[in-house]
């Protein structure tokens, strides 16, 4: 009902209607400048070499990197800066409104506004976030033993939660600006391409291909890279280099919005295909029109299962566990950049044994790592003590967890694109995100209220059931294969007679 009230009030006003030059197509004055100003890309376009679309590629890629490292510290950092309970409300808030952001208003934000300045809001509500982030950590009344927050006041309350609701809404419409972004520029630099004399003949296809792997191992890269040095950098800084918290997140911001600003007088892209400016209202029910099927909920265990995960390492055993294990959190930059590391490399890995033994060993893998995190929470060895009495031997929880983020960052998202693809695969993709961030707001907020052990219980069952699942959403996809292909051959045996 809320979709059909909004595609309802996307309608132009009739007074607002007039009739195209090119025929007798009904256009809006604003429709009608988009279709001019695409016409006149067309001719321009050609001219332009794959070398300079690469450059704007790069900027968005950098900036990109460097505004969402900065942000991804904060996240980690929260229970144990913030008082406990505030850091894990406040990244409640942040996946939730994340979620409700990406299903609604985003959509709608980067169809009218075009992926540059979808981009540049999200890039400006992330470095809000952090800001806030920061002057809240400032609010302490009462500091604790090993570094972080025992009391706080009001003030501390409504910058955290207020930032992270600004960060929120940044978040679902960044990362929608930038997969518009990314189809764009892919479409420019393969009709950049095609119109070299080295490419003549090549089937339309093969050069996609070749520069969408490009381009997405490029982001990949310095994504993964650039927040492995940020969280790196934040441990040097806060343990060796003796800077408080508050600053170093102060300087985060300042690194924020100078990406957010380098960005701003980058060049904008938009894509000239009938699919890349789908209308706001497809691309938001994309994801609801897919709940129908049950394949997308016997695969969501895999998102589950990695939200809960988040969740419990970030907001109980940074704050807990490590604090007790080494007697500090000043290594939760490090160990972030850990299982960055790892899940960058071992996704790689992934990839290429899964094109050869195909994507269901990797799966079962990933939801035996995060098992383990679970498991391994529920020890009470030694002395009762648990994992807070292991001393370096928590790196156990962060190589765990680098291990699943790897197998959730490739083998999963390639599962989801080999049982949806094509138009589908948008509708999937938003769904993979709704899951992710829902069960993370979920284990935030029961870690808050100090439910840790319902907390484990449902990392527990997600990940016991994320590989039975999958095999049962195999079966009905190869049933309905086998229909498909049994309607074709009566299909065709029908026509064999009609003819004779």
């Not at 509500?125 to 002057?135: D, E, H, M, S």
């Not at 706080?152 to 992270?164: D, H, K, N, P």
């Not at 049962?472 to 045996?493: C, N, P, W, Y």
């Amino acid at each position: 009902m809320f979709g059909f009230s909004l595609c309802q009030s996307l309608k132009p006003a009739p007074c607002l209607q007039m009739i195209s030059s090119r025929g007798m197509e009904v256009t809006t004055p604003r429709a009608e400048d988009a279709n001019v100003k695409l016409e006149r890309e067309s001719d321009t376009d050609p001219a332009m070499t794959s070398d300079k679309w690469r450059w704007i590629f790069m900027v968005m890629t950098l900036t990109f990197s460097l505004n969402h490292a900065t942000v991804t510290t904060p996240i980690i950092y929260s229970s144990s800066v913030l008082v406990f309970s505030i850091g894990n409300y406040a990244n409640a808030i942040l996946y939730v409104v994340t979620m409700l952001t990406s299903l609604t208003l985003a959509p709608l934000v980067a169809s009218t506004l075009g992926s540059k300045k979808c981009l540049l809001a999200g890039l400006c509500g992330y470095t809000i976030y952090v800001l806030c982030f920061a002057l809240a950590a400032f609010n302490c009344r009462v500091p604790g033993e090993a570094g972080g927050c025992l009391e706080a006041g009001a003030v501390q309350w409504g910058l955290a939660l207020g930032g992270s609701a600004i960060g929120g809404l940044g978040a679902g419409v960044l990362w929608t600006g930038q997969g518009a972004f990314f189809t764009a520029i892919v479409e420019k630099i393969v009709e950049a391409k095609q119109k070299s004399p080295d490419n003549r003949g090549r089937e339309h296809e093969a050069i996609l291909g070749e520069v969408t792997a490009e381009l997405s191992s490029t982001f990949a890269f310095y994504y993964l890279g650039l927040e492995c040095i940020v969280k790196v950098a934040f441990t040097l800084l806060q343990r060796y280099a003796m800077v408080s918290v508050p600053v170093i997140f102060c300087i985060w911001a300042g690194l924020a919005a100078l990406a957010t600003a380098i960005f701003a007088f980058s060049e904008d892209v938009r894509s000239s295909s009938a699919a890349g400016r789908a209308s706001a209202c497809g691309k938001t029910l994309a994801a609801i029109t897919l709940w129908a099927d049950p394949t997308i909920w016997l695969l969501a265990f895999t998102n589950l299962t990695f939200g809960f995960s988040v969740a419990w390492l970030n907001g109980y055993v940074n704050a807990h566990f490590l604090k007790d294990a080494v007697s500090s959190t000043s290594f939760i930059g490090f160990l972030g950049a850990l299982i960055t590391f790892i899940a960058g490399v071992s996704s790689k890995l992934f990839g290429w044994i899964g094109g050869r033994s195909g994507k269901g060993p990797i799966l079962l893998l990933g939801s035996v790592c995060f098992l383990l995190v679970g498991l391994l929470s529920l020890i009470t060895a030694p002395a009762g003590r648990g994992p807070g009495g292991w001393g370096w031997g928590i790196l156990a929880f962060y190589v765990l967890q680098g291990l699943g983020r790897g197998v959730y960052e490739s083998t999963n998202k390639g599962i989801f694109g080999d049982f949806f693809p094509g138009p589908q695969g948008v509708g999937a993709f938003a769904n993979v995100m709704v899951q992710g961030t829902l069960s993370s707001s979920i284990g935030f907020i029961l870690v808050a209220t100090k439910t840790e052990q319902a907390m484990i219980y449902l990392l527990l069952v997600s990940a016991t059931m994320t590989f039975p699942c999958y095999l049962v959403a195999r079966m009905i996809q190869q049933r309905k294969q086998g229909e498909h292909q049994d309607s074709e051959s009566t299909a065709s045996e029908e026509g064999s007679s009609s003819e004779a």
